[in-house]
């Protein structure tokens, strides 16, 4: 039986407080709604309670900021994409972010299972005045239990991701277990099953001392990282800014990213970082 989820977010500003309705259809919604750090920052716990999505599962997430908006959507753990039995599983976000609006799009990490099927599409409409951060954390199979995404054994699934910032960055492409070129060349994943990106994004042009700025927050970070070798900054359009890392594992590419992150709220908006709770449980 394959599951067809669908969640609408709404957020808006009351007085000093962003507010959030939701509707959802089928196995996807919300958690909860925090306010950490003070109304005007809503954060959100979305959940899948199936626990993962398999062959013929099509889940979609839909959210709307309106202006002067502030929200970070998070996960309490991994997504999972498993086995398929022929079928594609999907999962969609879109985002529209109003002008003056703040969106910080920040799951826990995907995992590809062997022999899944999975499409993963992003994509976030930024009005001028808008900003946002977000990541993706992709994990290829299950390393550490030996259960490895491209096992010649296996070798039969796919992951395919698409991330999209309309007029400013498009990103699409396919990693299929059988591709060594990919998975294994130094001018590929060169043997690591972890890719994890980062960008903030806004409506409006920024100014090259502000990218500049941002680069060498992100830059000092990823010098002291475990993986500095395996990670790179660059501002490919003036409206973003792009981390992306290669690693063995989650953790550490995980940890450099909420480090980054937690430089950028700092520099870009002037606000201290607060990790949302269920990242430390």
């Known amino acids: 039986m394959s599951w067809h ?9 009351d007085g000093e407080r962003t507010i959030a309705l939701d509707r959802h259809d089928g196995p996807l ?7 950490p750090e003070g109304p005007q920052v ?9 626990g993962g999505i398999v062959g013929g599962d099509v889940l ?10 502030h929200a970070l959507v998070t996960t309490p753990g991994a997504t999972r994409f498993y086995k398929s039995g022929g079928k594609p599983a999907k999962q969609t976000v879109t985002a529209k972010v109003a002008e003056g609006a703040k969106l910080e ?27 946002m951060m977000g990541w ?22 796919s992951y395919t991701q698409e991330i999209e910032l309309p007029g400013v960055w498009l990103e699409r492409g396919t990693v299929r277990a059988d ?8 001018l590929g994943w060169d043997g690591c099953r972890v890719m994890a990106t980062l960008w903030l994004a806004t409506g409006s042009p920024m100014s090259r001392t502000q990218r500049e700025g941002l680069l060498e927050a992100a830059r000092a970070l990823q010098a002291d990282s475990p993986i500095a070798a395996r990670a790179g900054s660059t501002s490919p359009h003036e409206q973003v800014v792009i981390v992306r890392a290669l690693a063995e594992r989650v953790e550490p590419a995980m ?3 909420t480090q980054i992150w937690a430089a950028w709220r700092e520099h870009a908006w002037g606000m201290a970082p607060c990790p949302p709770r269920v990242w430390r449980t």
């Open 136 to 157: 993706d954390v992709l994990a290829l199979g299950l390393p550490a239990a030996k259960e490895a995404f491209d096992d010649p054994a296996f070798a039969q699934g």
């Open 179 to 186: 591709d060594h070129r990919l998975l294994d060349s130094p």
């Open 255 to 257: 940890a450099l990213l």
């Open 29 to 35: 919604r919300v958690l909860q709604r925090l306010y």
């Open 105 to 131: 799009w920040l799951p826990l990490e995907t995992i590809a299972y062997r022999n899944c099927l999975a499409h993963n599409h992003m994509r976030f409409e930024l009005a001028p005045g808008a900003e």
């Open 42 to 50: 809503c954060h959100h716990v979305l959940v899948h309670p199936p």
């Open 60 to 69: 979609a997430v839909e959210a709307t900021l309106q202006s002067g908006s």
């Open 5 to 13: 989820g669908q969640l609408n977010l709404d957020y808006r500003r």
